[in-house]
């Protein structure tokens, strides 16, 4: 065997023992700074759309597009797209020449 394919072979052997060592390491500086090796959550942060006032002013005006919703919320309207997505309400509206071919 070649010497080359021997430091290949150790550098492979070795690679799952570099990632414990640089785990255990982590952990030892995550014990020594908090105390503790639970898991750390994060605060969920505050949302710009008060759902409830998003959900009154789609009842208000249903033919509201999301352009007009984001300039109202002062966001972009992804934010918008999903808000309205998590209170389950979608801007779809049934254009005049649908309505014809389905009735």
């Not at 409830?52 to 966001?75: G, M, N, Y």
Request: one cysteine or more.
């Amino acid at each position: 065997m070649s010497t080359w394919a021997k430091d290949t072979q150790r550098k492979n052997c070795l690679k799952p023992l570099e990632y414990i060592h640089l785990k255990i390491t982590a952990w030892r500086k995550l014990l020594k700074e908090i105390g503790s090796l639970d898991p750390q959550y994060r605060e969920s942060r505050s949302r710009k759309i008060n759902l409830k006032k998003l959900e009154e002013a789609v009842e208000r005006r249903p033919d509201v597009t999301l352009s007009e919703l984001s300039k109202i919320f002062d966001c972009s309207k992804a934010a918008v797209f999903y808000a309205l997505k998590k209170i389950g309400s979608t801007l779809k509206k049934r254009h005049f020449h649908t309505l014809k071919e389905t009735t």
